[in-house]
């Protein structure tokens, strides 16, 4: 495993008192996938906007032994790389305009990217597979095209390390795996990448080290086959699990498991109540009781 | 070779503007009460004392300058604000910006405010550019209260807007028949240009206008979303800042001097981004060419259309924006709502 590139230790952010991230601390390796996993508001994306220094947090955060703080941010902005997980930009920018953004930073002309920058920008784009959409709105892209774009963006910036909030979510099979396959083949040539990711099995499959957040704290932090085990998840996530390991890669296969019991006590009195309820059609549902449908016609 | 392509691009932009820019104004110096030829035209340019060079020089001359400056501020002016705050449907009049600088123009002229007396000829503008300011200010805290959503920024700055008209109106009449000058100037019109004006307004809006081009590619990054743009190392917060005093400052050089010409700053950029996209390199300088043509024309709109009366130019530009702005509203409202 690499050297430690990024060291946070002991982070705190709580916006206006609540929310956030509590006491923090994490290595992130160069060369890793570090995949972030945890429920909905446990804090993963307040963790990466404390990394790409857009939150000043309590506690500290070193690059390359140097204090975040003390990092100018167009210097930062050529080693870190950022992704939020919803593109918040004009949709009528081009794929060519998102992209050659990404050579803000390292730009030297006041005007035009140089020919260097030009070239890299068409290189990101070909890997990203985006560079037949470059004239292309990113408005009128579907979810995977663009989030290939948002990615693509982040390589035109030629970071060593790489953010990426969710970049998975909304799309189909096979943009997850092209999405998370570029991520790791950034990751063999020595970019340090952390994913948020909320599908625990492509966490699991894609992750050199999975870090486990819950309301704010990290609750475990290690090898997937190593950390992801039925009580934690059950901790964690409040989901019974059944995990088998996958024959080939010896990572853990998660299967989470249907309960009645998780549904609150109102919404199973409810649900319960249902058969109860007048419906139009009986033929649907074979077994039911509802005969009343048919008066109401 | 897209890069290539659009720096060619810039070029042609340039040098077509130019050319129209040189039609348009010997049109302007030439056609009006009384016509002068071309020929004549060149003459008196060129330093030759012939009957005509009166008009030419001390009025045609300087009210197209003003068309051309004025034209060139709103539409940057225009273009910047609708990249801040990523919404094509806001312009320094419906953002309020013109309103408050033209209650700020009326207050100096029609009470003399004595607050700028040092700078006696400056005290319009600097006192409009201070209502221009506070105007902007008021739209966007009340838009932030509103949840800062595109529609609660133009429904503040509408609101911003109408609060400043009315204290307007209310100073007019406050000020009695000292309000009588006042009351023409509102309607906007290039009729009251003069040398003593350009001489101001020509280095400050130049001065502005280059300071907002030096900043165009940077104005690019804030379009991915401020998130993005802060991690590629822009200081968003300052871009901001800076680039909402240069375009109250260029609202209200155009507002002191020419009173309301509305839906410039609106219409202009829009037909520059139908042309060249949102790459600001492009869309600033063809913006503010366009800008300048559309006030060149309406100018001379204003002078023909009902000779020898001559038409508020603020009204001629409002009949033709009127139905683009609602031509944009509609259309957006189908693609983006
Ligand atoms: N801008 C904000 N203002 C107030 N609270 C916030 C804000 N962003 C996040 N929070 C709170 O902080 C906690 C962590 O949020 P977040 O980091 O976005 O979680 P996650 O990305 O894991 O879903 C949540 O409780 C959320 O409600
Ligand atoms: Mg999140």
Redesign the pocket.
């Known amino acids: 495993m690499g050297r430690v590139v990024v060291r946070v230790e002991g982070v705190s952010w709580s916006?206006?008192g609540?929310?956030?991230i509590r006491d923090v601390s994490l290595e992130i390796r160069e060369g890793e996938v570090l995949g972030v996993i945890?429920p909905?508001?446990?804090?993963?994306?307040?963790l990466l906007r404390c990394l790409a220094n857009l939150l000043k947090p309590h506690g500290a955060i070193y690059l390359d032994g140097r204090s975040l703080e003390g990092i100018r941010p167009r210097e930062l902005a050529k080693t870190l790389s950022y992704i939020p997980s919803e593109y918040e930009g004009q949709p009528s920018l081009t794929v060519y305009d998102v992209v050659s953004a990404g050579r803000t930073p390292h730009m030297r002309g006041l005007w035009w990217e140089s020919r260097e920058d030009e070239e890299i920008v068409w290189e990101s784009m070909r890997v990203m597979g985006v560079d037949g959409l470059a004239g292309r709105r990113v408005g009128e892209l579907s979810s995977g095209e663009r989030q290939k774009v948002r990615l693509a963006r982040a390589l035109a910036q030629r970071p060593r390390i790489i953010l990426v909030d969710e970049p998975t979510s909304h799309l189909d099979p096979r943009n997850q795996i092209e999405i998370m396959e570029v991520l790791r083949l950034m990751a063999l040539r020595g970019v340090s990448v952390v994913a948020?990711l909320h599908d625990l099995n492509l966490a699991s499959a894609y992750s050199d080290r999975i870090l486990v957040?819950k309301d704010?704290r990290a609750v475990a932090c290690g090898k997937p086959s190593e950390i992801l085990g039925e009580s934690l998840l059950r901790d964690v996530f409040g989901i019974d699990v059944r995990i088998l390991v996958d024959p080939e890669l010896g990572r853990p296969i998660i299967i989470p498991l249907m309960d009645k019991e998780l549904l609150g006590a109102g919404l199973k009195e409810y649900l319960d109540g249902v058969k109860e309820l007048p419906r139009l059609k009986d033929t649907a549902h074979p077994g039911g009781t509802a005969r009343q449908g048919k008066d109401n016609r | 070779m897209m890069t290539q392509a659009r720096r060619l691009r810039l070029l042609s932009i340039i040098f077509l503007g130019i050319i129209l820019t040189v039609i348009l104004s010997l049109a302007s110096l030439s056609l009006g009460a009384s016509r002068i030829g071309l020929g004549e035209i060149v003459g008196i340019l060129v330093g030759e004392r012939v009957e005509g060079a009166r008009i030419i020089l001390d009025i045609r001359l300087p009210r197209l300058l003003s068309a051309i400056v004025v034209g060139a501020s709103l539409s940057a002016a225009g273009a910047v604000m609708q990249g801040l705050f990523r919404n094509p449907l806001v312009d320094p009049y419906i953002g309020g910006v013109a309103s408050g600088a033209a209650f700020g123009a009326v207050v100096s002229m029609v009470f003399g405010l004595s607050l700028f007396s040092p700078f006696s000829t400056y005290g319009i503008p600097l006192s409009a550019f201070l209502g221009a300011l506070t105007a902007l200010s008021m739209t966007l805290i009340f838009s932030r209260m509103g949840g800062g959503s595109p529609l609660s920024l133009i429904l503040s700055g509408i609101a911003v807007s109408f609060l400043f008209s009315a204290a307007t109106s209310l100073a007019l009449v406050i000020g009695g028949e000292k309000s009588f000058g006042a009351f023409f100037w509102l309607f906007g019109s290039f009729v009251a240009s003069s040398w003593r004006h350009l001489a101001f307004t020509i280095p400050a809006s130049t001065v502005t206008l280059g300071y907002i081009l030096l900043h165009a590619r940077r104005l690019n990054v804030i379009l991915l979303g401020d998130e993005e743009a802060r991690q590629l190392g822009v200081n968003v917060a300052l871009l901001r800042y800076g680039m909402l005093v240069s375009l109250s400052l260029l609202t209200a050089l155009a507002v002191s001097f020419n009173g309301i010409i509305g839906f410039v700053g609106l219409v202009a950029p829009h037909i520059a981004r139908l042309t060249v996209g949102e790459d600001y390199r492009l869309l600033l300088p063809l913006s503010i060419l366009t800008g300048s043509w559309l006030l060149l024309a309406s100018d001379l709109a204003s002078r023909l259309l009902m000779a020898p009366a001559e038409l508020p130019v603020g009204a001629i530009t409002s009949l033709a924006g009127a139905p683009i702005f609602l031509h944009l509203l509609v259309r957006r409202a189908g693609r983006y709502g």
């Not at chain 1, 909905?40 to 307040?46: F, P, Q, V």
């Open positions: 916006y206006d609540v929310g956030g945890g909905n508001g446990s804090g993963k994306t307040t948020v957040l704010g």
